[in-house]
T-cell receptor, first 114, second 111 residues
């Protein structure tokens, strides 16, 4: 049973480009969470999704960021027109049951904007 | 709004010594998690604490939860170099909301 899979592991984008980060949850998990980690900081919640639904996006910036979790395929975190301040590690976690149950984390995608 | 504070944020300790990391949180919660993160790696779940007075131990690490004081501790006994990592506590808001993380404690165990 593979764990939470994120790709790519490392992503470099120039300012103004788009970044697409993918997350495949653990088998049997239908709840996905995205977190952002800045250097020397803890993880900040961004968005919580269930299949085809956004449950809580209170941590998402209002502009340029979007997330989806389609019926088929991985969850996608999309950042349009990236800026240097978007450079961070983005972690995805999944759980079998929603809310504050234990979630399992992927390896993260480290985004660098140059 | 739930806030989670850890201290210390940085900890350098000698091998063989004992120390405690503290995690305070600001509102009622019924579960608390401790995670370990190695540099450039993901988060590894260490402990899940579900009730007041809960104590869990794994090797040289022991975690406890006092829900009345809104405090959890992670105690390290006879530290070894392999324990060097960043340790995060994460607290669950009541209801259907995701975890709130502390800033982490970066532990360095030196000979």
């Amino acid at each position: 049973n593979a764990g939470v899979m994120q790709n790519p592991r490392h992503l470099v984008r120039r300012r103004g480009q788009e970044a697409r980060l993918r997350c495949s949850p653990m088998k049997g998990h239908s709840h996905v969470y995205w977190y952002r980690q800045l250097p020397e900081e803890g993880l900040k919640f961004m968005v919580y999704l269930q299949k085809e639904n956004i449950i809580d996006e209170s941590g998402m910036p209002k502009e340029r960021f979007s997330a989806e979790f389609p019926k088929e395929g991985p969850s996608i975190l999309r950042i349009q027109q990236v800026v240097r301040g978007d450079s961070a590690a983005y972690f995805c976690a999944s759980s079998a049951v929603g809310g504050n149950t234990e979630a399992f984390f992927g390896q993260g995608t480290r985004l660098t904007v140059v | 709004e739930l806030k989670v504070e850890q201290n210390p944020l940085f900890l350098s300790m000698q091998e063989g010594k004992n120390y405690t990391i503290y995690c305070n949180y600001s509102t009622t919660s019924d579960r608390l998690y401790w995670y370990r993160q190695d540099p450039g790696k993901s988060l590894e779940s260490l402990f899940v604490l579900l009730s007041n007075g809960a104590v869990k131990q794994e090797g040289r690490l022991m975690a406890s939860l006092d829900t009345k004081a809104r405090l959890s501790t992670l105690h390290i006994t006879a530290a070894v170099h392999d324990l060097s990592a960043t340790y995060f506590c994460a607290v669950a808001n009541p209801g259907n909301t995701p975890l709130v993380f502390g800033k982490g404690t970066r532990l360095s165990v030196i000979a």
